[in-house]
Nanobody
Framework: VQLQASGGGLAQAGGSLRLSCAAS????????RGWFRQAPGKERELVAA????????YYADSVKGRFTISRDNAQNTVYLQMNSLKPEDTAVYYC?????????????????WGQGTLVTVSS
């Protein structure tokens, strides 16, 4: 399985970006998917996750109401719509997949990782 993240870049505070994570090598329609981020000097943290069915989702408190995770199983892709961006959202964002339909909030629960995509939010 390979995960390819894209969509990062520079945004102004209050702006929006949409990240994409395309999977190849296997159909991940039943896999839970997640987006993590890691800011300089900080631990990698879970931002949002979605179950394999798409019914359940999780958001970190810091992004609730601003970020939305979604999936398109036909495209084998998961998205992270980021609105009302803040400078503290600046980080490298990583997508991940879990070989189970149920979502979890710990890094160790994810089996596959993409390369990071850098998001920089200027004030």
């Amino acid at each position: 399985v390979q995960l390819q993240a894209s969509g990062g870049g520079l945004a102004q505070a209050g702006g929006s970006l949409r990240l994409s994570c395309a999977a190849s090598g296997r159909t991940l329609s039943s896999y839970a998917r997640g987006w993590f981020r890691q800011a300089p000097g900080k631990e990698r943290e879970l931002v949002a996750a979605i179950s394999g069915t798409g019914i359940a989702s999780y958001y970190a408190d810091s992004v609730k109401g601003r970020f939305t995770i979604s999936r398109d199983n036909a495209q084998n892709t998961v998205y992270l719509q980021m609105n009302s961006l803040k400078p503290e959202d600046t980080a490298v964002y990583y997508c991940a997949a879990r070989a189970s339909s149920s979502l979890v909030t710990v890094k160790s629960g994810y089996n596959f990782w993409g390369q990071g995509t850098l998001v920089t939010v200027s004030s």
